[in-house]
């Protein structure tokens, strides 16, 4: 249903003329017309059933229960609709939170300071959640421990996977803070699947690190030449200075001068200068 104007008709107008309010949720009196909050109670819109009641009657024709909230006279909204037959099988205008009965000024639980009852110790315990769905999976694809029993790999597998992941990750995020190891490679376009980076510092100096990036095909030899020169340190006969990879926690293994990076590190490794 579309009102004139071509919007579609939500809720009613309050039946009492001087109001006519449109209310997106009406109450239906006992005399069958709808009104808003503020004239559904009976001396608020002249009630027909009001004047044509014994004056005596009245009180138990039109004895509202009164709403919860404290110091409010208002009906509440259960009130108006309880005893009405068009709204048979409907569900109750009471607070989910505590059950009481409240006016559409003090309906939401935080108008009310909602405070629920203590569960009931001897109720029946509440269904658990997804319960049905969880019991659908099962029955398919079994618990997750039967998944674990046939499908997992050996822990050793797993943990070799997540450290790969993490790697990768660190990668990713060295690549944006990296700069050139070989100064000549500062100004020229080099390809990122061509770069290896690395984070590299001097031995016992964790506050040194510092991150780089090679080409792939540069022997580790030349490498060790410029990260040297990076952290002017000086390489000497008597003073060797090796580069320890030091992935996974490894004390370290020294790579060989004269093979190429690629075939020795992978993107995202560590790297140390030891002498």
Do not use: Y
Not at 7 to 25: K, Y
Not at 96 to 101: D, F, N, Y
Not at 114 to 138: E, G, Q, T
Request: net charge positive; with cysteine; hydrophobic share 45%.
């Amino acid at each position: 249903m579309s009102s004139s104007s071509g919007l579609p008709a939500v809720g009613a107008h309050c039946a009492l003329a001087a109001c006519n309010l449109n209310d997106f949720l009406p109450i239906r009196c006992q005399c069958a017309a709808l009104f808003c909050a503020a004239h559904i109670a009976p001396d608020a819109h002249a009630c027909p059933l009001l004047a044509a009641t014994p004056r005596g009657d009245q009180s138990e024709s039109f004895k509202l229960e009164r709403c919860a909230a404290a110091a409010c006279t208002k009906p509440s909204l259960e009130s108006f609709v309880a005893r009405s037959a068009a709204v048979e099988g409907r569900v109750p205008a009471l607070c989910p939170g505590c059950g009481r009965a409240f006016c559409a000024e003090h309906r939401e639980p935080a108008a009310h300071a909602c405070a629920p009852p203590p569960p009931d110790p001897a109720a029946p315990p509440a269904p658990v959640k997804n319960a049905a769905a969880k019991a659908l999976l099962a029955a398919h694809f079994g618990t997750p421990a039967s998944r674990d029993r046939a499908g997992s790999k050996p822990a050793a597998a797993g943990s070799a996977r997540a450290q790969e992941a993490k790697r990768k990750v660190a990668a990713m995020k060295m690549r944006q803070q990296a700069k050139a190891g070989d100064p000549k490679d500062a100004a020229a376009s080099v390809a990122v699947d061509q770069r290896l980076h690395v984070r590299v510092a001097q031995a016992g100096q964790p506050a040194t690190e510092r991150v780089f990036w090679f080409r792939k095909g540069l022997v580790a030899g030349r490498a060790l030449d410029m990260l040297a020169t990076h952290f002017r340190m000086t390489i000497s006969d008597s003073q060797p200075l090796r580069l320890l990879l030091t992935d996974n926690g490894a004390d370290g293994a020294a790579l060989q001068n004269d093979r190429p990076l690629e075939e020795q590190i992978s993107d995202g490794s560590t790297l140390v200068l030891s002498r």
